[in-house]
Every structure is written in C-alpha cells, then in structure tokens.
C-alpha cells in the first residue's frame, strides 16, 4: 500500500529531552512537510522540503529541527528549546503531475501525538 | 503573512439539509484551493480541490471559487451525520512546477444532527 506512515502514534517528552517523529513516504513524492496543531486550532507550518538536501522554515521553526538525506524520510526533531510541544504533529507530501505541474495536493499521516511527562 | 479566514462556526445543521462553509484569502495571486475535512482526532483528507473561476461538483460536494472576491466556498448537500467533522480550507499562490506550502485557515466544526 502506498502511504504516508508516521510513527510513533503517541510520544511522552521528559524535560530537556530531544524527541525524533518519523515519517516515511513510499509515494515517490517529491515534497514533504511537517504542521503542528494545537486543539481547536487550523495547521501550523514547521518545516517543509521540496528536494533532497534541502528544507526551508515555516511560521514556528523555533524549537525544531528537520533533515531530508532521503527523498521518502523527513524526520522531525522536537528540541529542549520547544517548551510547549505538547499537540499533534502531521505529515504531508505532495508531487507533480505527469505533465510536471505542481496542483500542490498534499496527503497526510495519521499523525504523532506529543506529550510532555 | 498570508491569512485565510473561515466562518468561525461552529455549525449545526439537520440531516438532509445544504451546509454552506465559507473561507476568505487575502493574498490575490493565490492560484489553487482546496478543502480538507478532519474527524475528531485523525488527520486531514482532502474532499475538493479547484484551480478555476466558477464551480466544481463532486457527488453532493460542490466548491465554488470567485477570485476577485477572493473567496472560496464548499457546499454539503443533503447533509447526513457522518458529514460531521472540522473541514480546513487551506490556498497555495505558488504555480507552475512550484511545490510550495499551503495556507491553512482554523477550521469550521460542522455537526449534523439527525
């Protein structure tokens, strides 16, 4: 099945720990993106990468760290400097169509809950 | 920043009738929109996306978009209970081969009661 799988679906953060949410895309796509979003609230930008090597901030950087070695990998780590990280962490990828345009689609994980111990 | 606005809701409607969400953009050269719908708990999926003037319909969903307004809307005909979720509507001003972000505004709740 092809698919965007987040993992772990719950994490527990002690104090001054570096936490690592883990995604992985076997859709080939070529654009990744990490949101954050807190109750009641829409999506937050993190992080996205529209190439291997290479990643750009969103709105609420701080605190987070990304890398992309791999076209299906984009883990997300949750710093000490994030103090309130508590909220749930989507996923999404996105491509182009066959004729090289971007209609800029983005498919989702299930999501990573993080909770602070 | 871009903003995306949505009817703040929530909204409630009875079965079998027309749910209207609204959403507003205020960057005038955004290009494609789009709605999501979200469960409780769960991540977005996507039910409409529309890149043109006018209207697009896809079984009882309907997506209008008027961007001179700078306005897009989803329609739920004949509204049934299991249409009860957060629909997200989120705009993107990149084109071409851009694989750009996505603005997503907060979400509207909409409950359908039997």
């Known amino acids: 099945d092809g698919g965007i799988t987040q993992s772990p679906k719950y994490l527990f953060r002690k104090e001054g720990q570096n936490v690592t949410l883990s995604c992985e895309q076997n859709?080939?796509?070529?654009?990744m993106y990490w949101y954050r979003q807190d109750p009641g609230q829409g999506l937050r930008l993190i992080y996205y990468?529209?190439?291997?090597?290479?990643?750009q901030k969103g709105d609420i950087a701080e605190g987070y760290s990304v890398s992309r070695e791999k076209k299906e990998s984009f883990p997300l780590t949750v710093t000490s400097a994030q103090k309130n990280p508590t909220a749930f962490y989507l996923c999404a990828s996105s491509t182009r169509t066959s004729g090289g345009l971007a209609k800029n689609i983005q498919y989702f994980g299930a999501g990573t809950r993080l909770s602070v111990l | 920043q871009k903003e995306v606005e949505q009817n703040s809701g929530p909204l409630s409607v009875p079965e079998g009738a027309i749910a209207s969400l609204n959403c507003t953009y205020s960057?005038?050269?955004?290009?494609?929109f789009f709605w999501y719908r979200q469960y409780s708990g769960k991540s977005p999926e996507l039910i409409m996306s529309?890149?043109?003037?006018g209207d697009k319909e896809d079984g009882r969903f309907t997506a209008q978009l008027n961007k001179a307004s700078q306005y897009v809307s989803l329609l739920i005909r004949d509204s049934q209970p299991s249409d009860s979720a957060t629909y997200l509507c989120?705009?993107?001003?990149?084109?071409?081969?851009?694989?750009?972000?996505?603005?997503f505004g907060r979400g509207t709740q909409l409950t359908v009661w039997p």
């Open positions: 990468s529209q190439i291997v090597n290479d990643f």
């Open positions: 529309i890149y043109s003037n």
């Open positions: 960057d005038r050269v955004s290009q494609s």
């Open positions: 859709l080939n796509h070529d654009a």
């Open positions: 989120a705009v993107t001003a990149d084109r071409g081969s851009t694989l750009g972000r996505l603005y």
